[in-house]
């Protein structure tokens, strides 16, 4: 049976932080939907909890308290995550979400299905449900709520075989953006990449846009993907999903980013991106 390495990130938060709500709802319902064939891994911070039924990955060492960045914020980069698992599990899949992301019961059958039929990469996008439900004993309401589906990716599972040629850049964690280089990733080096938009398979209590505080991280994020993208745009160029993306991108792009941001815009064909915007207000 293929074997799945799944990884995960703690944060050491104050009661205030809905993420202290947030990563018990997390940990339970990847205990509870665990297979013989799944392990669980973390990686983090010194401070960082110890997650009981987690197996630990090596620690995190670097982080966004070294840049000038305001407000200052202890970020993780996502290439430091995935070195840790590489590094830890010889699983012949890996999955890495954020740690506000809680799984459905039935998450790892669904990706074994998914593999088993031919699919080598996978992008699952979270349904968003009541953030009334704040506590463990409330997961029988959770699975239960339907919630909306939501557009960010913050699920990816992917073979290890290929983790090695990946370009991930100094994307970092907890910020907008840092789905995007692991996407462009994925298109590049998976023979076939799929993102289920609308499935039932994750979940997020909430949608309190905290993110938009940070603007200075998101610009990073955005500029590390401009660099990759151009790096990578010959083998990823032909995917709507990376169209999707350069789109987000343009419309937030300002004349101090990076070139390799500007000039990631100009090599795609413009109609392209123009079409993909003409559908988008149509939906």
């Known amino acids: 049976m293929i074997g799945i390495a799944h990884i995960v990130n703690p944060v050491k938060v104050d009661e205030n932080n809905e993420l202290f709500y947030q990563q018990p709802i997390t940990y339970e319902s990847m205990r509870r939907a665990k297979r013989d064939n799944v392990e669980l891994w973390t990686t983090g911070y010194e401070e960082d ?30 290439k430091d995550i995935l070195d840790n698992l590489y590094a830890a599990s010889k699983a012949d899949i890996f999955i890495q979400t954020n740690i506000d992301i809680g799984l459905m019961p039935h998450f790892y059958d669904a990706v ?5 039929h031919g699919c080598d990469a996978l992008i ?7 953030e009334y439900y704040n506590k463990v ?16 990716y913050d699920c990816f599972v992917f073979r290890r075989e290929i983790y090695p040629k990946f370009e991930l850049g100094e994307i970092c964690m907890g910020t907008p953006w840092s789905e995007s280089t692991i996407t462009s990733n994925l298109i590049a080096y998976s023979r076939t990449c799929h993102v289920l938009k609308d499935a039932h398979l994750t979940f997020h209590t909430g ?10 991280y998101r610009k990073h994020n955005s500029e590390q993907f401009g660099k990759v993208a151009k790096k990578l745009m010959p083998q990823i160029a032909h995917s709507s999903i990376i169209h999707w993306l350069l789109w987000k991108l343009s419309k937030e792009l300002q004349p101090d980013y990076l070139d390799d941001c500007h000039d990631v815009i100009k090599s795609l064909n413009t109609s392209k991106l123009m079409e993909y915007q003409s559908n988008m207000v149509s939906q």
Request: proline share 10%.
């Open 124 to 130: 699952i996008n979270r349904r968003t449900v009541p």
């Open 112 to 116: 074994m299905w998914m593999l088993d």
């Open 137 to 152: 004993e409330d997961l029988p309401l959770l699975y239960s709520s339907y919630g909306k589906p939501h557009n960010g």
């Open 207 to 216: 949608n309190s846009l905290t993110w938009r505080n940070y603007i200075d």
């Open 49 to 78: 909890p110890i997650i009981e039924g987690f197996q630990q990955a090596p620690g995190l060492t670097r982080s966004t308290l070294d840049t000038e960045y305001k407000p200052k914020r202890k970020l993780p980069y996502l």
